[in-house]
């Protein structure tokens, strides 16, 4: 655990104000859920609660399912992370952070379909693989998008097709019934 120096006190409510830098570093945002755990030794842990994540068992095997139809690459996102991949290139893409990029296409809650001619979007910060073509479909709980699936390739030059979409927006759509 990394300590802080930062001490604060608890309110007449039973409240604690999280410092502002640290808000910002972990990207906890107004209204965002949190999980509360307890520790033998009196350890009280605070941890960004991740519905999409919750159900990452589940996720890592649609993902499988959903590449081995495609013939393509698939995972599965949540706010801000890949929770669950199937593809090439694994190590490159499991537990890293989803780009700014993806975010905002996040943040648009509508599918989005990038082919061979189209811009590409970087799937992590630091993603310098060359994407071919590509489909994104946010997870929609109560109309908040809680994560996305995404069906992408990167070998061939193949472009998607509506079987793509279809799928990506499905395998989107069971995930959020799931959370509901």
Known sequence: MKATGIVRRIDDLGRVVIP???RRTMRIREGEPLEIFTEKDGELILRKYSPVGEISEVSAECAEAVAQITK???????KEKIVAYSGNHKKE???KEISKE???ILSGRKSRLFNVEDVKIPITSNDERKHYSQVFSPILVYGEAMGMVVIM??????EMTDTEVSMANMTALFFGKQME
């Open 102 to 104: 993806a975010e905002e």
């Open 153 to 158: 390739d990167d070998d061939t030059e193949d």
């Open 93 to 95: 893409y499991v537990d």
């Open 20 to 22: 502002k830098e640290i």
């Open 72 to 78: 393509r690459t698939c995972l599965i996102t949540d």
